[in-house]
């Protein structure tokens, strides 16, 4: 990621703040932030990181030197989508506007990332990273993040896409700003308030565990998967009755640690969250936590109608154990 930053940073000072005549800087726009100008600035606000799920290999990429032999396999490259606000900042609404002016007209110049800008790690690809400028995405694209209220709003936004490959499996991608990236930096900044689940479900449950308890608001009542180990591929699922933009997903594994009980079951670790909005597609994203407490796990799906928790791993799994989950809880943006 700090390679792209460094990438637009080299961009945009050549093509639109030439000879030191701004500044470029990539921390959240808040208030105390613009306080602090006294110079044109360009900031690009990174609000969103997403995987390209639909672009993901599976199996070994192998690579063979010049007799034929095999020499070294390796995963498949990730690919990742970083997304920035972009706005202008000076003392006057028309050299804003001039600013981002300058702006489209140097992106627009490049189709892909030049090469001469590209640091190291991406020039050893040796492949083009194509860029698209003002596209802005479907409104059913997972966002997260609007840019926060100030005492002025004059600055405004443009959208683009960078995409380019790590090896070392990481992958990077960005879009800059459009109107839903508007949305996206005031989401970030919102304040959530919990939603509740219309429906639940799930694949299996243990005597005296059923699904509802994962969705009582108790932590210290939990659902159980009814399987000993890992309980791989089981899942809980909820949904919501009507469209909701979903924020925030807060997740209690195990019991509670305040009980006896917390030692008892096994606790989950690694998982998937599938999401899935209004228009039937899934945001599928994979999850790791830590063993115990209530953990939250950004989300930020437009749409939500369903969210399904599968299980993959899980701390003290045991033939004699299964996989517990005290609680779960969602989260939107406030409507104050």
Not at 178 to 201: I, L, N
Not at 207 to 234: E, I, M, R
């Amino acid at each position: 990621m700090h390679e792209v930053d460094e990438v637009l940073r080299s961009v945009l000072r050549g093509g639109v703040l030439p000879d030191g005549a701004g500044d470029v800087a990539f921390e959240a726009p808040t208030r105390d932030w613009a306080a602090r100008r006294n110079a044109p600035t360009l900031n690009a606000y990174l609000y969103d990181i997403h995987e390209e799920v639909a672009r993901r290999e599976r199996g070994a990429i192998t690579e063979r030197d010049a007799a034929g032999v095999v020499v070294r396999r390796h995963q498949p490259p990730r690919w990742f989508r970083l997304s920035y606000l972009v706005t202008a900042w000076t003392t006057r609404p028309e050299d804003e506007h001039r600013l981002l002016s300058a702006t489209l007209g140097c992106l627009l110049s490049h189709e892909v990332l030049p090469a001469a800008a590209l640091p190291p790690a991406l020039r050893a690809l040796g492949a083009n990273l194509p860029l698209t400028v003002a596209v802005p995405p479907p409104e059913s694209r997972s966002i997260a993040g609007q840019r926060p209220r100030l005492n002025r709003d004059r600055t405004r936004w443009i959208t683009r896409a960078v995409v380019a490959a790590l090896v070392a499996a990481v992958v990077v991608g960005g879009i800059i700003g459009g109107p839903p990236a508007a949305r996206a930096v005031q989401d970030h900044f919102a304040e959530r308030v919990p939603v509740p689940a219309a429906t639940w479900k799930a694949s299996h449950s243990g005597p005296k565990h059923d699904v509802k308890l994962a969705f009582d608001g108790y932590s210290n009542t939990w659902w159980g998967s009814g399987y000993s180990g890992n309980s791989g591929g089981q899942y809980l699922e909820a949904g919501f009755g009507q469209p909701t933009d979903l924020l925030n997903v807060l997740i209690t594994p195990g019991a509670s640690a305040r009980t006896p009980q917390a030692t008892d079951p096994a606790r989950t670790h690694e998982f998937d969250l599938i999401v899935t909005d209004s228009e039937g597609e899934q945001h599928v994203s994979q999850h790791r936590i830590n063993d115990g407490g209530a953990q939250k796990i950004d989300v930020a799906v437009r749409n939500a109608m369903t969210v399904r928790l599968v299980l993959h791993t899980a701390y003290g799994a045991s033939d004699k154990k299964q996989v517990a989950i005290a609680e779960l809880e969602f989260f939107t943006r406030s409507a104050r």
